[in-house]
Nanobody, 121 residues
Framework: QVQLVESGGGLVQPGGSLRLSCEASGSIASINAMGWYRQAPGKQRELVARITSGGSTNYADSVKGRFTISRDNAKNTGFLQMNSLKPEDTAVYYC???????????????WGQGTQVTVSS
């Protein structure tokens, strides 16, 4: 069984930094893209950042220049470094991975349970 487990959320003051981690575990054959999404109260879930297996990245306009996505393929782990945080970054952040489990032909999307990020003074 494949699981994605996030960590690193919390409460931070405006202008502060947090680093989120997402570890994929279980019987994994390969991981394609990994991404971070967020959902604020009353809003739809939105893409924050995404990274392919080759290292290509894309970001939401609202986080460009402040957030950096990366991954450690050897450890099946993705990261989101968040700097210069703003109150509007407050949301539940979800990790997503498109991966193929061992014994499977196709890759599917898997989601973590979410981690709360609150930016407030």
């Amino acid at each position: 069984q494949v699981q994605l487990v996030e960590s690193g959320g919390g409460l931070v003051q405006p202008g502060g930094s947090l680093r989120l981690s997402c570890e994929a575990s279980g019987s994994i054959a390969s991981i394609n893209a990994m991404g971070w999404y967020r959902q604020a109260p009353g809003k739809q879930r939105e893409l924050v950042a995404r990274i392919t297996s080759g290292g290509s990245t894309n970001y939401a306009d609202s986080v460009k220049g402040r957030f950096t996505i990366s991954r450690d393929n050897a450890k099946n782990t993705g990261f989101l470094q968040m700097n210069s945080l703003k109150p509007e970054d407050t949301a539940v952040y979800y990790c997503n991975a498109n991966l193929r489990a061992r014994g499977r032909v196709y890759a599917y999307d898997y989601w973590g349970q979410g981690t709360q990020v609150t930016v407030s003074s």
